[in-house]
């Protein structure tokens, strides 16, 4: 195999990739998520990870966003 020196992620690829966040706390955050009955606002996430409002508004919008395409591939 040659050596193709790029750097890879868990993410990559996809529409988390380049953000700031641990994987660690990005599946928290999508475990919290899909586990509220109602999803669950950037602000209670926020608190609930110990982040910033933005780094936990970015991410559940990016997964609202996949969520949406994929319904509407069906």
């Keep these: 195999l040659p050596d193709c020196r790029r750097e890879f992620s868990v993410t990559s690829q996809t529409a988390l990739a380049y ?32 982040i910033s409002y933005k780094s936990a508004y970015v991410p559940l919008q990016k997964l609202r966003e996949v969520l949406f395409k994929t319904r509407g591939e069906q």
């Design 19 to 50: 953000h700031k966040l641990s994987f660690v706390d990005l599946l928290a955050a999508f475990y919290l998520f899909v586990n509220h009955i109602k999803g669950i606002s950037a602000i209670t996430l926020s608190r609930e990870l110990g």
